[in-house]
């Protein structure tokens, strides 16, 4: 499974980067925001967003 961590707080994304990581799951990029999730979906073609809800610009919820 390839999953795109998306979250404005750095701590988090590292922290969920880390769980996903021992449970062996692909992580193929982060953003901290949903202007950079955008953008990186397509390139990166994950299978799952992990989406925080409230995000500057663009939050999860208009994201998905």
Do not use: W, Y
């Amino acid at each position: 499974m390839r999953v795109l961590i998306v979250d404005d707080e750095p701590n988090m994304r590292n922290r969920l980067h880390i769980m996903l990581e021992e449970l062996d799951v692909e992580v193929v990029g982060e953003a901290s925001n949903g202007v950079e999730a955008l953008a990186m979906v397509g390139s990166h073609k994950p299978d799952v967003l992990l989406l925080d809800i409230q995000m500057p610009e663009v939050d999860g919820f208009d994201v998905a």
